[in-house]
């Protein structure tokens, strides 16, 4: 009786890859799971950023004209519309993002935060939400 060679007894085996497929197909849906919702959060992660800049450049444009009379020429954001600003803005938000600010003068910094919901994760019992913001830090310049 002949002894089996390696080519032989890998010939006897060509059926045993297909076993493999339905794995890794597995594992491709879950990777590109895990892309889309890294997707989606980099997008809300943006959108919370450029909400934030588009609200503190809002903020700082409209100056206090009776600080700049009383004060002998000092620039100062207008803290009054500040609030309103941040108020419409939050109302055009809700509920995916709630922004916050502070005004520090001629100083305005904006932070807008919010959640992601996940397309993939939650079916496979990951995160239910992602946490998302943005900080802007701007100044009205004084000439």
């Known amino acids: 009786m ?4 390696i080519a032989t007894r890998l010939r006897a085996q060509d059926g045993n890859t297909l076993l493999l497929f339905p794995f890794a197909v597995l594992v491709l849906l879950v990777l590109g799971g895990l892309a889309l919702d890294a997707a989606v959060a980099f997008q809300a ?3 919370a950023v450029d909400e934030a800049a588009a609200l ?5 444009g409209v100056l206090d004209p009776a600080a700049f009379l009383t ?3 000092q620039v100062r954001v207008d803290a009054a519309f500040a609030e309103v600003a941040t108020r419409a803005a939050n109302d055009r938000l809700a509920p995916d993002l709630v922004c916050d600010h502070v005004v520090d003068g001629a100083q305005v910094e904006v932070t807008c935060s919010g959640s992601v919901r996940p397309i993939i994760l939650p079916a ?4 239910t939400g992602i946490d998302v913001g943005g900080t802007v830090r701007t ?3 004084q000439r």
């Open 124 to 127: 496979l019992g990951g995160l």
């Open 139 to 141: 100044s009205a310049v």
């Open 71 to 73: 004060a002998g020429g």
């Open 2 to 5: 002949a002894v089996p060679t």
């Open 45 to 47: 992660d943006r959108r």
């Open 56 to 60: 503190a450049n809002d903020i700082a």
